[in-house]
């Protein structure tokens, strides 16, 4: 913005970032803030230390009150009590803009982009060079683009629209626009959960790149791995609680997720030997042109089968055309040998098949609705119907027996599913198609965005209703999950199925290379 | 985290959406009766004569707001409900007439009983319904274009259908149902459709289906709901509705005309509205837009009883709408943030 904060950071990148040069020691401080709503302590005098020129991971389940610190840091909540220091110098921060000035950046999990607008424009937003009549300077502005994106080795188009990029690349314009302000503190909220693997890749150089520039950056992660590959320190808050940060060279998973859960976990993956019985999904040269081709694969009862690859690898097409979401061009569909014609997700869910689809806000929840009726959706068609009443009563029973079931955290069933947490909204989800009793339940990314505790029963329950005999099929993201959760492992790459790996032969090594080729 | 009580299948008392809309509109009408002694000098809501005019005048609207509600729900929006009140009137019309009137349009087809004409307009309104969902759900134009095509053309087939020559002399069979029940007749239909369609949309899959599909279209479908055959439906309903109000209104007054029903699509929206029904679809319920109808209604009647100037009264009904919209905007944004 101002030139002078330009040389600023020059220098800072010259000098290499010696946080010790500094006449403060830490970028960002959080002294004890306390910030309540009626009824609830979100935090609870919380603390938190940044130091300038390193990754600071912020680790705690959904509700534990990240976020909401992360909206005092960023000017949207103002703390009861406490203060935010910057630079060592107290401050007010009245809105997210003052937040913004000051040198705080913030990309938020959903990326804040306008979708018809280019880059350029997104970038520099309320901050256009004028040219001498006052109106936008379109050859200046993509100069400073390609100027912030050589610093940043990010290789877009400063004129292309927002809506034709892929995630992966609209994080990246939201990173370059966060750097653009100069600032000394960027907020990250979990900028790897809907990126590949390459993706991520990218982003940890971008990541290193703004480390060695001098920023404090603070990374909001639910990922283990990303946390002793990408962060310096962590800090780990419980229900509104600081409760410590640590070197994270000092410690392992476990400890991180004793202080994340205030217990132990005893297992990540409960996975179990169940007896597996007959094919019960049989698919057959499924081909929908252009996104993939030739996909077969047979699911057994009681036999959970994981699809693995890359985003973009065709691996949610494939659920989608089984579900009939998107049905395919050609290929065959059988249900316990019977050959079935799927047009239409009721066709699918008349056969028994149930679809936690990937994207909880986009097509999952009814954000308007209660607990109640998210739960119920998929049962109203004919179950629960009499003369084209719904019983209420039976319904409401057992609906409210499921999420006792899955620990859904609400006070009652009238809640709007808006004010969950990711963990209990996702759990919610779920209970509406075990209310269906499914045969076969595909699950997308069951565990993106959720935290520990509650990724720890999603997989328990998994493991028991393939205990129960339902035949399940996961896809996920996570290797780990997906190599402690399966039987067998499908792998995908550019709408091919490029290996089917048993239990014993599967691990991390082998996926990535089917998955990458 | 563990140490919660568990859920159960009582649930809390909770106050309705709809009980502070109630509030406004007995806060509207103690405001009118305090002005009418100090202005006028005479009490506005002890007048029987009153009242029912009041609530004659929102009969018709109300009928068609019930279904404009639903469109709403689905996150559509429906702005041919006036034309299609015109359109289905005035050809239904043309089967209602006595064989003594002087003008017959259809001179074969008089003294019919009056269950042929009101057939004839129900079917009209749903077949004007039928297109409009047909057009939103196959060719994914958005509603409100499908509507707006559908108040131009419904209007004009209006005017054509006579010359625009208007339409009189019904049989006193289908004059019932305008006048029946000692007048009140517009009253029992709207009543009657209102409670209909406030269990239909409460305790039937019909309408939580309308609610899914209007809270999240794609989360609608997956969880196996047939979305187009649901907004069409939806859409017929409304159309039919809108039908039924032209039957209602042409019968009480005895003449059908293409002009009639200008402006009821904005009068049952702003009802909706006013009734805490949100735009973006998936909330509100049919009992808010009924005391939404009524607002409109009193404020109407408050305003020619205080003897405002006209030209006023639209002013502040278009005020009062916005500030509906506001006041609902206003408290979703605080429950949201209560979490």
């Known amino acids: 913005m101002s030139s002078a904060s330009i040389s600023a950071m020059e220098e800072t ?253 005893s297992q990540m993956f409960p ?247 | 985290m563990d140490a919660k009580t568990p859920l159960s299948a009582a649930t809390k008392k909770r106050l309705p959406p709809e009980f502070s809309i109630l509030l406004v509109l007995v806060g509207i009408a103690c405001l009118f009766e305090v002005l009418g002694w100090f202005l006028v000098g005479q009490s506005f809501l002890a007048n029987m004569s009153r009242l029912q005019i009041i609530i004659l005048q929102v009969s018709v609207i109300g009928i068609i707001a019930v279904g404009v509600t639903q469109v709403i729900i689905t996150g559509g929006i429906d702005l041919s409900s006036g034309s299609v009140v015109a359109m289905s009137g005035m050809i239904a019309a043309t089967f209602a007439q006595d064989a003594n009137w002087p003008k017959i349009i259809h001179p074969s087809l008089v003294d019919l009983p009056f269950i042929v004409p009101l057939f004839v307009g129900l079917a009209v309104g749903a077949a004007a319904g039928f297109v409009n969902g047909w057009l939103i759900t196959k060719t994914k134009i958005p509603p409100f274009i499908a509507t707006l095509g559908m108040m131009v053309s419904a209007r004009g087939i209006a005017r054509w259908y006579t010359d625009g020559s208007p339409v009189s002399g019904f049989t006193e069979s289908f004059a019932m149902i305008g006048n029946g029940m000692g007048r009140w007749m517009p009253v029992v239909v709207f009543l009657i459709v209102a409670l209909v369609f406030h269990i239909v949309m409460r305790y039937t899959r019909f309408g939580k289906f309308t609610y899914a599909i209007g809270a999240n279209p794609q989360a609608a479908r997956v969880s196996g709901i047939n979305i187009d055959a649901h907004l069409i439906k939806v859409y017929m309903i409304a159309g039919l509705l809108a039908g039924l109000a032209a039957m209602v209104a042409i019968a009480r007054i005895k003449t059908a005309q293409a002009g009639m029903g200008m402006m009821y699509e904005l009068d049952a929206i702003a009802a909706a509205v006013i009734g805490g029904v949100s735009l973006s679809g998936g909330r509100g319920r049919i009992t808010g837009t009924v005391i939404g109808a009524l607002i409109l209604g009193v404020m109407l009647s408050g305003f020619t009883f205080l003897r405002v100037d006209a030209y006023y009264q639209d002013i502040i009904k278009g005020a009062i709408i916005v500030a509906a919209v506001v006041v609902d905007m206003h408290r979703q944004n605080k429950r949201k943030k209560a979490s």
Not at chain 1, 25 to 53: S, T
Not at chain 1, 58 to 82: C, F, Q
Request: proline residues 3%; contains cysteine; charged residues 25%.
């Open chain 1, 13 to 265: 990148s010259v000098n290499n970032a010696i946080p010790q040069s500094r006449p403060y020691e830490y970028a960002l401080e959080v002294v004890d803030v306390r910030k309540e709503f009626p009824g609830v302590v979100a935090l609870d005098n919380v603390q938190l230390k940044i130091r300038p020129g390193t990754v600071h991971a912020l680790m705690g389940e959904n509700g534990a009150g990240k976020s909401t610190l992360m909206k005092v840091i960023a000017g949207i909540y103002h703390p009861d009590r406490g203060e935010v220091r910057l630079r060592g110098e107290p401050v007010t921060l009245a809105t997210p803009l003052a937040a913004q000035e000051a040198g705080i950046a913030m990309i938020h999990q959903e990326l804040l982009l306008m979708d018809y607008m280019t880059v350029a424009e997104n970038i520099w937003i309320r901050r256009e060079p004028k040219n001498a009549f006052g109106l936008v300077d379109h050859a200046e502005m993509r100069r400073m683009t390609v100027e912030l994106f050589d610093r940043l080795n990010i290789n877009l188009d400063p004129d292309v629209e927002i809506s034709e990029l892929s995630v992966a690349n609209r994080q990246m314009v939201e990173i370059a626009k966060a750097v653009s302000f100069n600032s000394d503190v960027l907020i990250m909220d979990e900028p790897t959960s809907a990126i590949t693997e390459t993706e991520v890749a990218h982003l940890f150089e971008i990541i290193r790149d703004l480390r060695l520039q001098g920023i404090g950056i603070v990374y909001i992660t639910h990922k283990m791995n990303e946390l002793f590959e990408i962060a310096d320190e962590f800090s780990v808050f419980r229900d509104g609680q600081y409760i410590g940060t640590h070197l994270s060279s000092e410690v392992n998973r476990d400890d991180i997720i004793r202080m994340m859960v205030g217990r132990d976990i």
């Open chain 1, 271 to 517: 996975k179990e030997e169940v007896e597996i019985g007959d094919v019960v999904l049989s698919v057959k040269n499924l081909t929908r042109e252009g996104v993939f081709r030739d996909v077969s694969f047979d699911v057994r009862a009681g036999e959970i089968l994981g699809l693995a690859g890359l985003v973009g690898s065709g691996r949610s097409d494939v659920a989608e055309a089984v579900f009939g979401v998107k049905t395919a061009d050609s290929g065959t569909i059988e249900i316990n040998g019977e050959r079935v014609d799927i047009r239409e997700p009721h066709d699918a869910i008349a056969h028994g098949m149930a679809f936690l689809t990937e994207d909880r806000k986009e097509t999952g929840c009814f954000l308007p609705l209660d607990i109640q009726e998210n739960v119920q959706s998929a049962v109203i068609h004919d179950a629960f119907v009499k003369n084209g009443f719904v019983q209420e009563q039976a319904l409401v029973e057992q609906s409210v027996d499921i999420c006792n079931k899955l620990r859904v955290k609400t006070p009652d069933m009238h809640e709007c599913i808006e004010n969950l947490s990711g963990g209990n909204q996702q759990k919610v989800l779920i209970g509406r198609w075990l209310l269906t009793n499914p045969k076969i339940l595909i699950l997308d990314e069951p565990t993106r965005g959720i935290d520990v505790g509650a990724k720890a029963e999603i997989h328990g329950l998994i493991t028991q209703l393939a205990h129960d005999g339902v035949a399940v099929i996961m896809i996920s993201s996570e290797l780990p999950e997906v190599l402690g959760m399966s039987d067998r492992v499908l792998v995908m790459h550019e709408g091919h199925v490029t290996g089917i790996l048993d239990r014993d032969e599967a691990d991390q090594v082998k996926i990535m290379d089917l998955a990458a080729q």
